[in-house]
């Protein structure tokens, strides 16, 4: 089996890299932060507090989370590009805390790395999901390298953005995947660091490949 599995902060260019590295070797690709971005959109659109681990995990029990190609599900709904909102995001890091959502997404992950060579990328997959993938990776890159990433996809896509707000929210999401209780945030042992601060696209997909080639060939 193949199974990449890619770890980093948010705004590290995981999701992009992972798609790229899974058309170019035929591998299925799994992102799991889209799995938690749609558990905290559901939370948002039914008002329940985000810490309130009994209730939530109560609404997970009416939660059908799917996969559609890229595309992610919620009860049938492809959210794809509602949960990629900063509210979504801050909200993800907050129900990400909790046991039952981890459970739930550790489960979901778990399953589909026992039957697929896959690329799955998050922020627990090589330490948590899948502990002996045949290629670990960390994606990294400097707080401000990420927020200037994820400022100029907004005023691309038309939207209003603070670059300053976005690099404050970026640097309290670090802090709370990595120290939460529950897997938090960190590097593998067996995982190679990239800090891609200053790699182009093409410059992170190279370098994984050669990772990749190595691995197959060893």
């Excluded at 770890?7 to 799994?30: E, H, M, R, W």
């Excluded at 800090?195 to 994984?208: C, L, P, Q």
Aim: net charge negative; aromatic share 4%; proline share 2%.
């Amino acid at each position: 089996m193949l199974r990449v599995a890619i770890d980093g902060p948010g705004g590290a260019g995981k999701s992009t890299i992972a798609k790229f590295v899974a058309d170019k070797y035929g591998l299925d690709y799994v992102d799991t932060g889209a799995m938690y971005r749609a558990v905290a959109l559901n939370a948002i659109r039914n008002n329940i507090d985000q810490a309130d681990e009994p209730a939530i995990s109560s609404m997970l029990e009416n939660t059908v989370i799917d996969f559609n190609g890229t595309s992610i599900l919620l009860n049938g709904e492809d959210v794809s590009g509602l949960i990629r909102t900063q509210e979504v995001s801050m909200a993800a890091s907050n129900v990400s805390k909790l046991g039952p959502v981890r459970t739930l997404v550790s489960r979901l992950s778990g399953d589909m790395a026992k039957t697929k060579d896959l690329v799955m990328d998050g922020r627990d997959i090589g330490t948590n999901v899948i502990t002996d993938a045949e290629v670990k990776i960390f994606l990294t890159a400097s707080p401000e390298v990420r927020a200037k990433r994820r400022y100029d996809q907004l005023i691309e896509a038309g939207k209003e953005a603070d670059y300053d707000t976005i690099l404050e929210e970026i640097e309290q999401r670090d802090y709370q995947d990595t120290h939460r209780e529950l897997n938090p945030l960190k590097q593998a042992d067996d995982a190679v660091l990239l800090d891609t601060s200053y790699m182009t696209i093409e410059e992170v997909v190279s370098s994984i490949s050669q990772i990749i080639d190595d691995k197959v060939r060893g």
